[in-house]
């Protein structure tokens, strides 16, 4: 044994492990890009939140529609690079819980439901329950649920659904004190189709790399024009119609 040796101390052997073992321990971290993109959907709920509070609803609406354009975005981006992970499906339902749930419950209740006091509030709370409830119902349905359909209505189309409402109504200066008996009624409404068994749509069987007739194309350029000729209530139509639909589908089965 060297003198060398002799000099080391317990100390420095472990670390003289730890140098060369350094290769083989896991290293920890997250997904940049695909979180990147669940943290816009946050940060756009949150700014929904944050311009309610100053009476800019329109802004408050627009701001709800962005998060569902960054939410559809976090998912197919983690696919395409192979970068889901636990932690990316966790932060995302957190996102989801604020942008989705918490954010257009108080914003309506901001611009429409606090002048009824507290059926005003408990409308709003429903709502965000069933928007908890149904992100949990989802999350332990993961590989169980069937492809082509969602059990219940699924959040982002109920937030929709309530944004595209105060901003077509914001749009057309109707004032949300007039709608508040409406609003305590679609607001719930919405929330329990959340955690309901009607089954919607849910589009992923969709192919869109196959090749369609012309005229579906033709459509596709009208639809596009009449967004941006009227998003608001454009979109408003949308995400009502779509609401009804599930609701309609169960009287269909009925009377086969």
């Not at 709800?64 to 636990?86: E, K």
């Amino acid at each position: 044994m060297s003198i060398d040796d002799m000099k080391k101390s317990p100390v420095d052997e472990i670390e003289d492990i730890d140098v060369g073992d350094e290769k083989k321990q896991p290293h920890k971290g997250v997904y940049l890009l695909p979180n990147l993109f669940t943290t816009a959907a946050l940060f756009s709920g949150f700014y929904s939140i944050i311009a309610a509070m100053n009476e800019n609803f329109t802004h408050a609406a627009v701001a709800i529609f962005i998060s569902m354009i960054f939410d559809g975005l976090d998912g197919r981006v983690a696919r395409l690079t192979h970068t889901q992970s636990a932690f990316g499906a966790e932060y995302d339902s957190l996102a989801d819980m604020v942008s989705f749930g918490i954010a257009p419950a108080l914003v309506v209740f901001t611009w429409s439901l606090a002048p009824l006091g507290k059926i005003g509030w408990i409308a709003a709370f429903i709502y965000a329950v069933g928007a908890a409830l149904r992100l949990a119902r989802f999350n332990t349905m993961l590989g169980v649920e069937e492809k082509r359909y969602f059990t219940g209505l699924p959040s982002p189309a109920a937030a929709a659904l309530v944004a595209g409402v105060i901003w077509a109504a914001n749009d057309k200066g109707v004032s949300g004190e007039s709608m508040a008996t409406l609003m305590a009624l679609l607001v719930p409404i919405a929330g329990l189709l959340m955690v309901s068994n009607v089954k919607y749509r849910s589009f992923k069987d969709l192919n869109l790399k196959g090749r369609v007739p012309f005229v579906v194309l033709l459509i596709a350029v009208l639809v596009l024009v009449l967004v941006a000729l009227e998003p608001a209530l454009v979109l408003m139509s949308v995400f009502c119609l779509y609401g009804l639909w599930g609701i309609l589908g169960i009287f269909f089965e009925k009377f086969r």
